[in-house]
């Protein structure tokens, strides 16, 4: 392929009241490819996640999608990436399925949401309220969403979180068979993946703290 | 076009350097002006036929309405060039503006209450102008408050620009709607559009107290602004070495 | 159909399924309004020729105080478990889904607020000529006051304490309407044609659909997360 580069992150710089949080990232990420980003806390792995998913303005430095400038194809970009954080995005009050189906539109290719939710271990918990379910099967709901999206670039921000070890290894699954589809991931987390090809990209702190 | 001024502009030494050079000329103006306009108004000018010496606040209280209002617009105006070009100095100088013009407002509020006592009778009149000023004190306060609610700066920079600039579009239907409720009013003392229906003798005074207040607001808003450049770039070279100077200066007048 | 109004409509529909199967906390304004509404005879006068003369201000400055207390939750729990950050990155436009969250927050505050209202008239013996402009002033007005309310709520959101400051910061927005719907029913009241005030709060209402959503997504944008 000539241009398997799917993202392009050049000299990105963020700032939060004066005070560099990024200071000049450079990165890329490929097709077929599980970036992770790594560092201390502070080091602002959740901020280079939102900035890429478009949430937070960076103070300078450029993205490129497939060698587009980001503010040119942001249609396509934001159409094309799935994002999930810390905080689940779901409503207690909703049923696991009612919560995945309005967060995804079901799409042709993917798989059902009966299938998602059975896959995750929830069978027979569809139409059950998320805030009767524990924390880590809410985490499972959440997850599920991997499933039934074709996004082509993911970003996981701490997805091993409040996970047993059949969810963990959901989770390398999950992002084993993205990548070797054609996708991308790019993760953060403070677990060694137990799994390969992992590329690594550190984000060093800011220079105001000083390292220890 | 060549936009480097506008972007110069941005740059809070800039605006340190270039003020300290006017500032005494500026204060000189301003504190000239005050005097005259007040020493005229209070002592010189003729006595009103009906309302007697009370009549003179006046000489506070219409300056203070008007920079009051002009005031807000002024934050506003800051705000929306902050929104739009992210230019820090823009925001500096609203969040000055913001207590500046709650004060005036309060100013005005207060001149009014104290004239109305002899006047109406009563120290709170739900009257129009008086009214809307309460609502534009109210609005100030919601800047106010939104501005020192945030942690982060920034986002309390933006959250009470756009705050200011809602109020900016709400200030004149607010104005029309009370106007057109309290039609107990009096008219407006002084009309732009029309001839004054003052006595030039009263009026002329009145002139120079909205020209020195003019002066005033502005010579507030670039002290405090001057302060707050200061109070942020706290950790820049160039603050070290302001301070580094005046305390060798400190030192050499000892 | 356009993905425009998909966002609309999804954001509608979703808004408006986890206020059902809230209802109990839907319903709390309304009794707060009715409940007020007891206060002010018991507080003032059970006179019927003192009450009417107070109903008109009375009644909507409950129906103001009933939409602020509801409006803090619009953005609030979205933003808390994040599903406010995925709508900010979702490809649609941002105003949609906004217009639509509005709409179902007046669906449940404004629009009981203006059916329940005929018994507030009865309980402040509003003469019978007043009924119609008052649900017809209650309908376009508490449209207005969930449009500003909500710009309150996206200034407020990331705030911890947020409600009592969006109180202070929407309050002083609400005078016009205030001035206008009470004016209606003023109007009825006194005989004369109340359709000028009426016009004017349905002017207000247009104004507020135009350009509340597009504030209210440049604040969110700006200063949800950071």
Same mark, same amino acid.
């Given at each position: 392929m000539v241009n398997s580069s799917l993202l392009t992150v050049n000299d990105l710089r963020f700032e939060r009241d004066d005070i560099p949080v990024i200071n000049g990232a450079c990165l890329t990420l490929n097709v077929g490819e599980i970036l992770q980003i790594e560092g201390p806390n502070g080091s602002g792995k959740t901020t280079l996640l939102r900035i890429l998913t478009t949430a937070l303005q960076p103070s300078g430095g450029e993205i490129l999608y497939r060698g587009q400038i980001l503010s040119e194809c942001r249609f396509d970009y934001l159409s094309n990436i799935l994002f999930l954080g810390h905080q689940s995005a779901l409503k207690l009050t909703l049923t696991a399925e009612e919560n995945l189906s309005w967060t995804t539109s079901e799409l042709p290719g993917s798989v059902s949401i009966m299938d998602a939710l059975e896959q995750v271990g929830l069978r027979g918990y569809s139409d059950v309220p998320c805030h009767k379910l524990s924390e880590g099967q809410q985490r499972r709901v959440a997850l599920a969403r991997l499933l039934v999206t074709n996004a082509e670039v993911w970003f996981l921000d701490e997805p091993f979180s409040a996970l047993d070890k059949q969810g963990v290894q959901f989770v390398e699954q999950c992002m084993e068979r993205h990548v070797k589809g054609g996708g991308a991931v790019m993760l953060t987390t403070h677990q060694p993946i137990g799994m390969e090809p992992v590329r690594r990209y550190s984000l060093v702190g800011s220079s105001v703290g000083g390292g220890f | 076009m060549n936009w480097t001024w506008f972007y110069r502009m941005g740059s809070p030494l800039w605006f340190y350097q270039s003020t300290s050079r006017w500032l005494p000329l500026l204060s000189l103006v301003t504190l000239v002006l005050l005097v005259a306009g007040l020493a005229w108004g209070l002592g010189f000018a003729p006595e009103d036929a009906k309302q007697g010496n009370s009549f003179r606040i006046i000489y506070l209280h219409v300056p203070a309405s008007f920079l009051a209002l002009a005031g807000y617009f002024l934050m506003a105006t800051a705000g929306a060039i902050g929104l739009i070009w992210k230019m820090k100095l823009s925001y500096i100088v609203m969040k000055c503006a913001a207590p500046i013009g709650a004060a005036l407002t309060f100013l005005a509020l207060f001149t009014g209450a104290v004239w109305g006592k002899p006047t109406w009778g009563s120290y709170w009149v739900w009257d129009a102008r008086i009214t809307s000023m309460l609502i534009l004190l109210f609005l100030y306060f919601g800047v106010l408050a939104l501005q020192y609610a945030f942690?982060?700066?920034?986002?309390?920079?933006?959250? %009470?620009?756009?705050?200011?600039?809602?109020?900016?579009?709400?200030?004149?239907? /607010?104005?029309? $709607?009370?106007?057109?409720?309290?039609?107990?009013?009096?008219? $407006?003392?002084?009309?732009?559009? %029309?001839?004054? $229906?003052?006595?030039?003798?009263?009026?002329?005074?009145?002139?120079?107290? /909205?020209?020195?207040?003019?002066?005033?607001?502005?010579?507030?808003?670039?002290?405090?602004?001057?302060?707050?450049?200061?109070?942020?770039? %706290?950790?820049?070279?160039?603050?070290?070495?302001?301070?580094?100077?005046? $305390?060798?200066?400190?030192?050499?007048?000892? | 159909m356009p993905e425009s109004n998909r966002g609309f409509s999804a954001y509608f529909r979703r808004d408006l399924l986890l206020a059902y199967r809230r209802r109990g906390e839907v319903a709390s304004p309304i009794i707060f309004f009715v409940m007020v509404a007891t206060l002010i005879p018991l507080g003032i006068t059970p006179e019927a020729d003192s009450l009417k003369e107070l109903a008109p201000g009375t009644i909507w400055v409950m129906a103001l105080l009933a939409t602020l207390?509801?409006?803090?939750?619009?953005?609030?729990?979205?933003?808390?478990?994040? %599903?406010?950050?995925?709508?900010?990155?979702?490809?649609?436009?941002?105003?949609?889904?906004?217009?639509?969250?509005?709409?179902?927050?007046?669906?449940?505050?404004?629009?009981?607020?203006?059916?329940? #209202?005929?018994?507030?008239?009865?309980?402040?013996?509003?003469? #019978?000529?007043?009924?119609?402009?008052?649900?017809?002033?209650?309908?376009?007005?508490?449209?207005?006051?969930?449009?500003?309310?909500?710009?309150?709520?996206?200034?407020?959101?990331?705030?911890q304490k947020g409600s009592l400051l969006l109180t202070l910061i929407v309050m002083p927005l609400y005078m016009p309407i205030i001035i206008f719907g009470s004016a209606v029913m003023q109007y009825s009241i006194d005989g004369m044609a109340w359709s000028g005030p009426l016009a004017i709060l349905g002017a207000m209402l247009a104004v507020a659909i135009a350009l509340c959503p597009l504030a209210i997504a440049a604040v969110l944008r700006l200063i949800t997360i950071n």
């Open positions: - | 942690h982060n700066q920034e986002a309390g920079n933006k959250a %009470s620009a756009v705050l200011a600039l809602v109020g900016t579009v709400n200030i004149p239907i /607010i104005y029309k $709607s009370v106007d057109w409720w309290f039609t107990l009013h009096q008219p $407006s003392t002084i009309k732009l559009t %029309s001839a004054p $229906s003052m006595h030039p003798d009263m009026f002329q005074p009145l002139l120079v107290m /909205i020209l020195a207040f003019y002066f005033f607001y502005a010579l507030a808003l670039i002290l405090a602004v001057r302060v707050e450049i200061l109070k942020r770039e %706290s950790k820049t070279t160039w603050v070290r070495e302001l301070v580094e100077q005046a $305390s060798r200066q400190k030192m050499g007048a000892k | 207390l509801s409006a803090e939750g619009l953005f609030v729990s979205d933003y808390k478990d994040g %599903s406010l950050e995925q709508l900010l990155i979702s490809p649609n436009m941002l105003v949609m889904p906004i217009f639509g969250k509005v709409t179902a927050h007046w669906i449940t505050t404004g629009l009981p607020l203006t059916l329940a #209202s005929p018994l507030i008239g009865l309980m402040l013996s509003l003469p #019978s000529v007043a009924y119609l402009p008052m649900m017809a002033g209650l309908a376009l007005g508490t449209g207005c006051l969930s449009f500003l309310a909500a710009i309150g709520a996206a200034l407020t959101v990331s705030l």
